[in-house]
Every structure is written in C-alpha cells, then in structure tokens.
C-alpha cells in the first residue's frame, strides 16, 4: 500500500516509499516470519533488481556481524542490558576497540573517521562494498597522490573511472562531523 513516508535508497534519492508486507522470510536457515518492506525505484535503469536488508531487520535481531568468518549472527529473543554487556565485555577483552556509529535520519549508518591527519569526516558503513573507497572531489581536495593511473571498467549504469591510493593514516573516533565540499 502507498505511504507518505519518505526513504532514501542507497545512493541519497529520496522519494515516497509504497509498503508491502512479506509473509516468510528465511535468511539462511533463520526464519523471521512476517516482515514490513518498502518498494523504491532503483537508482540505475539497467540494475539488477535489487533486494536490501535493511537496518531495522537487524536491530530487531541483534545482528552481529563477523565479517572474518563471513557470518551473521541473529537472536530472535530480545537481548538483555546485562547479557549485551557480558558480550560486550568478552569483545573488548579480546582488544577490540569499540567505534560508535552514527544513525542518520535516513536509517543510514556512518562512521566517523580521519584520514591522513585531515578533518575528521562521517563515512557510510556499508557491509556490502568489498573496498574503503573515497570520492574524487574528497581525494582531490586533501592533495592525495593516486597510486596508479585511473582505469575504466563497464558497470551496470554505464562505467566507472577508479584509480588506488596510499594513505598516510585512518584514524576511526568519535568526532562527528560531515565534510562539506
């Protein structure tokens, strides 16, 4: 059904979402019954039909995630103050440095983080990239050397000019602030 609730996909287009409501799904062999989804436009027109689990599958199932093993933990109780701090207890004792995130009014995550001793900016936390990657603007604008010489590859919206570079420092804290161009 329509809604007057307005989203933002995964590249910033917001637009009024349409709801529907999933009667089964199963992640692996883990099954979270009925689920609220929003329909949205995809961002490219020659996409593969893309399918997101979002955030709020994950807080309903305290999701932990350990992307060393390449797995997803879910708990289909609720987690108790006391239980999610003898978790966070046993991480920490493993010399694990907690990062706080960031929840945006767009449901996105962000990280905040400081690049070669640069102001501190937020950075999306997006599980499904496969490479730290920064905008040309950002890079061009901090004086980074490239690497090597940019290349071109085809994607799915037409293609993509990438080029690799070294940094001095990443420093990931808590400052929270937005690097504006």
Known sequence: ?????????????????QK?????????????????????????????PTLVIGNDLFER?????????QALYLHMNAI???ELFAIEQCILQAHYHKVPLTRLWSGHMV??????????????CDTGTSH????????????????????????????????EILLDSLILNSLQLFYQK
């Open 1 to 17: 059904h329509n809604t007057d609730q307005k989203v933002s996909n995964m590249t910033g287009c917001i637009s009024y979402a």
């Open 20 to 48: 529907v409501m999933l009667e089964e799904v199963v992640l692996g062999s883990f099954s979270v019954g009925t689920l609220d989804a929003k329909i949205m436009h995809q961002p490219f027109k020659h996409d593969r």
């Open 61 to 69: 199932y305290n999701a932990i995630f350990d992307i060393g093993n």
């Open 80 to 82: 108790s103050r006391k």
């Open 111 to 124: 990280l905040p983080v400081q690049i070669n001793n640069a102001l501190p900016i937020s950075v999306l």
């Open 132 to 163: 730290t990657t920064l905008s040309d603007a950002y890079v061009h604008a901090q004086h980074i050397p490239l690497k090597d010489m940019p290349q071109t590859v085809a994607a799915t919206d037409g293609s993509i000019t990438y080029a």
